[in-house]
């Protein structure tokens, strides 16, 4: 047995949720979290979560965005603090906004050459034609439209969308 502790938080937002001027902007939202918040800067967060041995990442989906945490069961209370902290009390900066623009391009432009999410795609295409679950999660085409995407607007989808009322936390641990 190994004394490990799986976190996933849920949130009831992705791509479906974004309107054409919007598009990317669940995606963009999802690496803007792990950017800081009014306590800790990224680096403080990550250097702590690198010191207790976890692994701690996020993705975005049509239907939602799920942050998760895998760590020692002896560290679950405080990854469980940390991961809180950036729920609650993120901080979204146009500097950081404009850095995290870059890596989500070179993200998206480095699943241009995964031939199953790109089959994935296209069949979504088809099969959900006229509807919200058309678009894929992100395209390179829609950062054209990313700088668009104000910090004003970034703030409000993070305050409608990041709610107790609107996320499921699921831990398990052996």
């Known amino acids: 047995k190994l004394p490990i502790c799986s976190i996933h938080l849920y949130c009831d937002v992705g791509s479906s949720f974004e309107t054409d001027e919007l598009r990317g ?3 963009f ?4 979290l792990f950017q800081g918040t009014k306590t800790k800067n990224s680096e403080i967060i990550f250097q702590e979560y690198d010191r207790i041995g976890t692994e701690c990442n996020a993705f ?3 239907r939602y965005t799920c942050f998760y945490i895998k760590c020692h069961i002896k560290h679950a209370s405080r990854v469980l ?8 009390n993120s901080t979204i900066s146009r500097e950081k ?4 623009e870059k890596t989500i391009i070179q993200e998206t432009e480095n ?5 199953s999410g790109m089959a994935e795609n296209l ?3 088809m099969i959900f034609k006229n509807s919200s679950f058309e678009k894929p999660v992100d395209d390179v085409r829609f950062h054209d439209t990313l700088g668009s995407i104000s910090q004003h607007t970034l703030n ?3 305050k409608w969308f990041y709610q107790p009322s609107n996320l499921v936390l699921s831990i398990v641990s052996i």
């Open 156 to 158: 409000k989808w993070y």
């Open 60 to 62: 975005t989906t049509k």
């Open 29 to 32: 939202l999802e690496h803007m």
């Open 123 to 125: 069949f979504d295409q």
């Open 25 to 27: 902007i669940a995606h």
């Open 81 to 88: 603090n940390l991961f809180a902290d950036i729920m609650r």
């Open 97 to 100: 906004m404009k850095k995290e």
């Open 111 to 115: 699943r241009l050459n995964d031939f």
